[in-house]
């Protein structure tokens, strides 16, 4: 499937949107933390204090993690607009529906494929 400009232009608009919303997200978060770590350093902390500090980073850790993951996928969205494969599924090849991609914009499998990856994902998580 190719894309018609308008299409096209308003994926870019999507995917720019969503990329500033995900720095944003960063950046407020880098701010939260650093004040939650002086706060944190600023106190007596028994051993237990020190878990809940410690879950507390590595929960801060693990969401920073996921948001440059997601600007990673943002990224690659982005060249596959420019290249003009995005409207095509990575496993098969076959078209991604404009809706998809309009709700998904990082999506790179159609919705078939998509399921099929899923399936199997769960099934090798199931089987650790």
Do not use: W
């Not at 232009?9 to 720095?23: E, G, M, P, S, V």
């Amino acid at each position: 499937m190719m894309l018609s400009p308008m299409q096209t232009q308003q994926l870019r608009d999507l995917l720019h949107k969503r990329y500033r919303a995900t720095l944003q997200d960063i950046e407020l978060r880098v701010q939260q933390d650093g004040s939650k770590v002086g706060a944190l350093r600023d106190l007596s902390l028994d051993e237990g204090d020190r878990a809940v500090s410690d879950l507390i980073a590595e929960t801060g850790h693990a969401l920073m993690e996921r948001e440059l993951e997601e600007l990673r996928d943002l990224d690659d969205a982005m060249k596959r607009l420019r290249e003009e494969t995005i409207a095509h599924c990575s496993d098969c090849g076959k078209s991604i529906e404009f809706a998809r991609l309009c709700a998904y914009p990082t999506a790179k499998r159609c919705i078939d494929c998509q399921r099929q990856h899923e399936r199997n994902s769960a099934s090798r998580t199931s089987s650790l």
